[in-house]
């Protein structure tokens, strides 16, 4: 039987804004069809390419940057090493001259009216989120592929699983979170050490932790850089960035240039709960700013959600001692394992599940993390992400205009805050005695994104998407 093998570095993806099922899977997207392209010998001999968005991704496309991400994709940019400073004129510019050089080498005539097709009120059945990608030859014949992105910028080829790392022999191997519990007490591992564990199937420990310091010193660039860039976010709402404000009422007319001693000055502020609870919330703010501004972050395990977990990491080295690297290492390898169990019982994607499936996903995920790092029991840890998730049921996802900041933003910091709650809940409760699981609560998850209204669903056709009323500038 095959059993989906989920690596940290799959929960975890370097990428950019806004979105990881909008943005940063149709990107990875049009990068495999190029390469298709290119692996087929048919790259030369493209003449023209049209690219249809189905579903949620062409109703959100343009708030989302689903445009913006396939055209980069098709021209072989990478999302974790492109400069985000220049999206803008490189998009503007295949725009203006309707010329795309395709694969990075073949240049093709594009019309971006014309070749780029939001079918508005079209949806593929595999899942809400489809792109076709069309490449018409000079020899009169076509070749097409469907692509789906399913969230957290995971991508599946039409008429394959998916799966499509390496398949190994893992010793602690994980389905659903029963498994988890049983490894963790028949063996006495905590849930980062069976991580570990399962991670040297694909790599060293030393990769590991080296490629895991990577991802968190994305995050700790994109905490620092959006508490100190001010400004107003992209895409015509207006929405005006809070988090600098808010770091400089906190910390005063000091600046600092380096996040080190940004964190110690912080530390040195107290620990009071008010002054906690606004930087937690400064933390949360400044990532998703960064991510409506097409910067660089990570998906935790999307991009809608990239601020929950880099907020409550940094007030665990902030607030709790834990500016260590085996900590933060620890801290991210359990946090994945409990974002790979509600991927594969439930999903991370806002259209298959509302915001249940980012917020709340991210919410237990820290919630969990924080746990073990706190001295937490292999039990606590799953009951505190039990309860994160268990008030984010049935969050919808409403973005108004389409675009990833009302209330998406906002919402980082709630999921957050609750994921701390959640956590000291667990920590001084004996979780022997809890009448729900972590199981128990993924397969509700699951079956409430199934009763879900799809209006509910990234679509922005219902809930606040639909009663504020906004003029956005034609794209």
């Not at 390419?49 to 994709?73: P, Q, R």
């Not at 994109?222 to 207006?238: A, E, M, Q, W």
Request: glycine share 10%; hydrophobic share 40%.
């Amino acid at each position: 039987m095959h059993r989906e093998q989920i690596s940290v570095f799959d929960i975890f993806k370097i990428g950019i804004g806004p979105s990881s099922s909008h943005t940063l899977g149709p990107w990875r997207a049009a990068q495999q069809f190029t390469a298709s392209l290119a692996n087929k010998g048919l790259l030369s001999g493209v003449e023209q390419v049209k690219i249809l968005l189905y579903g949620s991704l062409a109703k959100t496309g343009h708030g989302h940057g689903t445009d913006i991400a396939i055209l980069l994709g098709m021209m072989g940019a990478d999302p974790v090493t492109f400069d985000v400073n220049a999206i803008d004129s490189t998009v503007a510019a295949i725009k203006a001259d309707q010329q795309l050089l395709l694969g990075g080498s073949h240049q093709i005539t594009f019309d971006y009216t014309d070749d780029l097709i939001f079918l508005y009120k079209e949806s593929l059945p595999f899942h809400p989120n489809a792109v076709t990608f069309q490449a018409f030859l000079t020899n009169g014949s076509a070749f097409s592929e469907t692509y789906y992105s399913i969230g957290g910028g995971f991508v599946v080829k039409e008429g394959e699983t998916g799966g499509d790392k390496e398949q190994v022999e893992l010793p602690f191997p994980v389905e659903v979170a029963g498994d988890l519990l049983h490894w963790c007490l028949t063996t006495g591992l905590k849930v980062s050490e069976v991580v570990m564990e399962n991670e040297l199937m694909w790599r060293t420990e030393a990769e590991t932790k080296k490629g895991m310091l990577q991802h968190f010193r994305v995050m700790k660039e994109c905490t620092f850089r959006g508490c100190h860039t001010g400004g107003f976010l992209p895409g015509g709402l207006n929405v005006g960035r809070r988090a600098a404000a808010l770091n400089k009422r906190l910390i005063g007319d000091r600046t600092y240039t380096d996040y080190e001693s940004w964190i110690q000055a912080i530390r040195a502020g107290g620990n009071s709960f008010n002054y906690t609870l606004d930087w937690v919330s400064c933390f949360a703010l400044a990532v998703n700013e960064e991510n409506a501004s097409f910067g660089r972050v990570v998906t935790a395990p999307t991009n809608g959600a990239a601020g929950v977990i880099p907020a409550v990491l940094q007030y665990y080295i902030a607030f709790c001692d834990g500016f260590e690297e085996e900590k933060i290492t620890q801290f991210i390898a359990c946090a994945s394992e409990i974002g790979s169990i509600f991927k594969k019982g439930a999903t991370i994607s806002a259209a298959m599940g509302g915001c249940q499936a980012e917020i709340g996903v991210s919410s237990a995920m820290a919630a969990a993390a924080l746990t073990e790092c706190m001295g937490g029991s292999q039990r606590q840890v799953m009951m505190a992400a039990e309860i994160a998730m268990e008030h984010h049921l049935g969050l919808t996802c409403d973005p108004i205009g389409g675009l990833v900041q009302i209330p998406c933003i906002e919402r980082n910091t709630m999921g957050a805050i609750k994921a701390i709650t959640a956590s000291q809940l667990a920590l001084q409760s004996n979780p022997d005695k809890a009448k729900v699981s972590l199981g128990a609560v993924v397969n509700t998850m699951w079956e409430t994104a199934l009763d879900m209204n799809s209006k509910y669903k990234e679509t922005s056709d219902g809930g606040l998407a639909t009663n504020i009323p906004i003029s956005l500038p034609e794209c």
